[in-house]
């Protein structure tokens, strides 16, 4: 059971799309498609542990089984069938099917996974020459169905937890940002390591941690496991050279400038507590102030921010005075590049500032615009 060559599918977030295909083209991945909600490429089997270590915005990685059309029940047992599981499952595999399907004749998603489970049974069942049944009781490979405009797409999750859970978060505040959007905010601006950074709403520290992994150039995924780690026909040999790769590219001598502040000071101790974990010691500056107290003696420096939306009633006023406050304070440094995320539709005008550029993200399902600011 070895391959060469792989289809992996990295999905992404709505708006991140063309961030997550950047990412994989930097890693040295040529050959790839673009489209609303994933990057598709082929590579080399390689690829799937450096992508699940190195892709920072990306929402995980899969490897594409067979895509095609699919109106009817016994198409879709049928062409799933067809398909070489035997290449990617060995005899005694775990394989559960998870699903959705979306604007499409086969809108049963139970009926759907049942189906694809039976199918691929089949398939396993005649090439291992089993009779019954299979165990069952091996590795894990996680099938997804995936039907869009009648359209199958079959593949396999390679990660396992989703990329966001770099297992540095051991405590968070009320409405935390994921860490794959903390990244690509950070990612959207030019900032360099070697230009200061800020956060004046860092709750429980993800866009600091953040900018410093980039700032060090760490790979997101060092501190996790990943499903296919225990994959035979990768390798466990293809995982140390992509851990080893990681540990050579990193950059822990790149002297950094980042400061976390918040309001409250039991986020400040959590910030603290993940930035730790993250193994990041005291990189990270982590204060207790209000928005509106920033200062900074520093010339052209990196403000991001995603700061309270006041989407509660009653909230929005009290928000509104902090945006115009902050607002005021950032007038002092204009040479200074301000990214805020907000919902808000009238950021503008309460900030007191039309934005050089906005982005149109999605935080979780809250639609937001990404403000940028850039200094002088």
Known sequence: MYMEQVTLIATAAMGLEALVASEVKDLGYREVSVENGR???????????????????????????????????????????????????????????????VKSTLYSVSDCQAIVKKSVAERLKQKYGVASWLEETGTFFRIEIAIHKDRATLSIDASGSGL???????????????????????????????????????????????????????????????????????????????????????NYDQPL??????????????????????????????????????????????????????????DKKEVEKMYKDFGEVMKRYPSWSVYILTSNEQFEQVYGKK?????????GFIKTDYYQFFGK
């Not at 029940?73 to 394989?95: H, R, S, V, Y």
């Not at 966001?164 to 994921?178: E, V």
């Not at 934005?355 to 935080?363: H, I, P, T």
């Open 39 to 101: 990057v598709t490429f082929k590579a080399s089997v390689s690829a799937i542990p450096r992508c699940n270590l190195w892709l920072r915005t990306a929402d995980r990685i899969k490897v594409l089984v067979g895509e095609f059309e699919a109106k009817t029940f016994d198409q879709l047992f049928e062409n799933t069938k067809a398909l070489p599981w035997e290449d990617f499952i060995p005899e005694d595999g775990e394989f559960p099917v998870i699903g959705k399907s």
């Open 164 to 250: 966001h859970k770099r297992g540095y978060r051991i405590g968070q505040g009320d409405a935390p940002l994921k860490e794959t959007l903390a990244a690509a905010l950070i990612k959207l601006t030019n900032w360099k390591p070697d230009r200061p950074f800020a956060d004046p709403f860092c709750g429980s520290g993800t866009i600091p941690i953040e900018a410093a992994l980039i700032g060090q150039n760490i790979a997101p995924g060092f501190n996790r496991e990943f499903s296919s780690e225990d994959w035979r026909w990768i390798g466990s040999s293809l995982w140390e050279n992509a851990r080893e790769e990681a540990e050579d590219l990193a």
């Open 257 to 314: 400038n980042i400061t976390g502040s918040d309001i409250d000071h039991r986020m400040i101790n959590i910030a603290k507590d993940n930035a730790m974990e993250a193994g990041l010691g005291d990189l990270v500056t982590w204060k207790q102030m209000q928005a509106k107290d920033f200062h900074s003696n520093q010339e052209k420096g990196y403000l991001v921010g995603n700061p309270p939306y006041g989407e509660r009633i009653g």
């Open 355 to 363: 934005a050089s550029k906005k982005r149109k993200l999605f935080n």
